[in-house]
């Protein structure tokens, strides 16, 4: 087929007519004239049996020679079984997807198919899931350890080494519980983007047996009564301020989770009845607990002091938020019972262990504990049973703890029907 057959002077000087009028440069090549006066570059090829056409520029910003040049790249594509219209597309596409990313960066969001992109997705998918602070921690580990390394990677180009070598670190530090934490949730983002099409298979699944087992961390408590009875002592003997002394000495007696205990509000105390209602974050319930002769005393005794405020048992830098949740820790350290030996939360297992032993219904424990069911219904039921037994054990409880703490005869006790 004759190639260029008319010169650029023809085409600058084309005039339009009523309707579409071209003008053909041969091979393929022509101008489509538009009413009006719009001059378009067309170039028309066969490709699988099909007739297309390819838009080639405008003129004059698109010049006969460019015109010509893109037409004959076109036809080298075409005799090698090329589209040029899907590499035009491939190429708009690239463009359009460059210039979004280059948006997206300024904005400070993540790149669009990128590891960040999907993972930040599959995080908003499960968000109602989970609690809000467990929802934070697992945002934040993407953020420290997977986000620098991966997170602008395309994620179908990440490899196995890639996640190993991120995770690598973490397992040098012997944090080996974050390390399982990490790769599970790496895992599932993979598996959020195989079933959404971006990726065929999870590479984080060959990392996971590189990663070693964590041994099972028990916190330390005293369960001996002999024991206890030296820690009551202490406890009693303990100078530091007097918001700290008081939720020290309330811990072995409520033996709720540390964390609840800094938080308790004084709205949720209820000295008539001698309660104190609060919702669990963990267990998500509505939770009672019945507060012994021995409690009711210590929180009447702190309320001058720290009742016109929210809290209980208020942060020392007066800046409206709860006891740090190291004090009590801090404390026990003081006393000169290390991490090894007794911790906060370890109060719970103290009363666990001896209120077992003493005969207390093992039901009864367990919703002291607040170690409940989940299930909306099953929770609202349970909350409240078994309450009036667990208010003869509390106060039993106290009354042992009294006795352990006096140096009185250490004899486990059976509780009364």
């Known amino acids: 087929m004759a190639k260029e057959l008319l010169t650029d002077t023809t085409f600058r000087n084309a005039k339009p007519d ?13 101008m489509l004239i538009k009413p009006n006066g719009a001059k378009w570059w067309r170039f028309d090829y066969t490709i699988k049996g099909k007739r297309k056409t390819l838009s080639v520029g405008v003129y ?4 006969l020679a460019d015109a010509r040049r893109k037409a004959q790249e076109a036809r080298v594509n075409v005799a090698n079984g090329i589209d040029p219209s899907a590499i035009k597309k491939d190429i708009k596409t690239d463009q359009k997807l460059t210039a979004e990313n280059e948006k997206r960066l300024d904005s400070g969001l ?20 989970v609690r809000g ?16 390394a991966i997170g602008r990677m395309a994620i179908g180009d990440i490899k196995s080494p890639d996640i190993f070598s991120l995770i690598k670190p973490v397992i040098a530090k012997n944090e080996l519980e974050t390390a399982h934490r990490l790769h599970s949730e790496i895992s599932a ?19 996971a047996a590189q990663i070693p087992a964590q041994k099972a961390k028990h916190r330390a408590a005293l369960t001996e009564p002999k024991d206890v009875a030296q820690l009551l002592r202490d406890i009693y003997n303990y100078q530091g301020t007097f918001v700290v002394q008081c939720a020290l000495k309330l811990s072995p007696l409520l033996f709720q989770r540390p ?6 509000e004084w709205k949720d105390v209820d000295f008539d009845t001698k309660e104190w209602r609060y919702f669990v974050t963990k267990t998500e319930v509505l939770h ?13 005794e702190i309320k001058p002091l720290t009742g016109s405020g929210r809290y209980a048992f208020p942060s020392s830098r007066g800046d409206g938020r709860p006891m740090s949740d190291g004090t009590i820790i801090t404390a026990l350290k003081t006393l000169g019972y290390s991490s090894d ?15 077992n032993e003493q005969g207390w219904g093992a039901d009864a424990i367990e919703r002291q504990l607040c170690h409940m069911p989940r299930d909306a219904v099953r929770a609202a039921y349970n909350r409240a049973q078994y309450l009036d037994e667990r208010r003869r054990m509390m106060q039993s409880w106290a009354d042992y703890l009294d006795g352990l703490k006096a140096g009185g005869a250490v004899v486990p006790f059976k509780k009364v029907g």
């Open 259 to 264: 964390g609840e205990i800094r938080q308790m």
């Open 341 to 355: 030996v007794m911790t906060a939360h370890g109060f719970r297992t103290t009363a666990s262990t001896l209120l």
């Open 133 to 148: 602070v467990t929802h934070q921690k697992k945002i934040r580990r993407f953020e420290l350890h997977a986000f620098p």
């Open 189 to 207: 983002a993979f598996s959020y983007a195989i079933a959404h099409g971006f990726i065929d298979y999870d590479p984080a699944q060959a990392v």
């Open 60 to 63: 004059p910003t698109t010049g």
């Open 110 to 129: 993540p790149i669009i198919n990128s590891f960040e992109h999907v993972a930040r997705d599959w995080l908003a998918s499960i968000a109602h899931k």
């Open 18 to 30: 009523e309707k579409d009028k071209r003008l053909n440069d041969g091979g393929g090549l022509y």
């Open 288 to 300: 009672i607990v019945p507060l012994s002769t021995q409690a009711v005393a210590i929180l009447e």
